[in-house]
């Protein structure tokens, strides 16, 4: 819709949705409808995204390892909502009209096992699509991910690396046609990538909000984008 607008558009965005709990405080909901609305939000942004049809690639934060030590009656919530919306997401017309391929990335023996079988079922209904890549990491530390590619090269599953490009070889997103995002968004204001695709964001531009999850709108997608499209990429060259 805006491509012809821009020099460049990212054809990767990756997004840390930071601020949820946050928005609860703030106008006041209980934790499962401040997360709710969290992955409402998600799922208006996914269809912004997919205006530009040039982004091919969105890859989400949607919990972390260390995400994992909160309190039992928080899990519990993130675990209900997660089920609930992987059960919508098997019958989602905006994923099987557009076909898009999901997958997840991340330590799956640490998901219980309902989510699991639902997150399983989701990448194999999806597995033929192509046009588009949607990549939840669930159970993800990017720290933990090298560990994994590191057992990897050991136990013989993937041959040692001759190079920095090999590497991509044995990483959770080593089946992403392209695993390395242009662009990376964090709201909430924080500054940081708490260890989110470490390696693969050696050359990702950063953009932060100061707007809480929850609270961000269009315009604010097609800021990051004006923003990328500013920014010159040469490498270090």
Not at 25 to 51: H, I, N, P
Not at 104 to 113: E, F, Q, R, W
Not at 156 to 173: A, I, K, Y
Request: a neutral charge; hydrophobic letters at 35%.
């Amino acid at each position: 819709m805006w491509g012809s607008e821009f020099v460049k558009l990212p054809s990767h965005i990756a997004v840390i949705p930071d601020g949820n709990r946050r928005f609860a405080k703030k106008v006041g909901l209980d934790l499962y409808s401040a997360y709710k609305s969290g992955v409402k939000k998600m799922r208006e942004f996914l269809t912004w995204v997919l205006e530009y049809r040039d982004i091919r690639y969105v890859t989400l934060f949607a919990l972390s390892t260390e995400n994992l030590q909160r309190g039992k009656a928080e899990l519990e919530v993130l675990f209900k909502i997660f089920e609930e919306e992987f059960r919508k997401t098997l019958e989602d017309p905006l994923i099987h009209e557009n076909r898009v391929r999901i997958r997840t990335i991340g330590d799956k023996s640490l998901l219980p096992a309902k989510i699991l079988e639902l997150v399983e079922e989701a990448e194999n209904v999806t597995k033929n699509y192509g046009n588009y890549h949607l990549t939840f990491g669930l159970g993800y530390g990017g720290r933990g991910e090298i560990v994994r590619c590191i057992k990897r090269v050991i136990s013989g599953d993937v041959s040692p690396p001759e190079n920095e490009s090999d590497v991509f070889r044995c990483l959770d997103t080593r089946e992403l046609p392209q695993p390395e995002p242009d662009v990376l968004l964090r709201t909430g204001g924080e500054k940081r990538l708490s260890n989110f695709l470490l390696y693969q964001t050696a050359y990702t531009e950063l953009v932060f909000l100061d707007k809480l999850w929850p609270e961000i709108e269009r315009e604010d997608l097609l800021y990051v984008i004006q923003e990328y499209s500013r920014r010159q990429r040469r490498f270090g060259k």
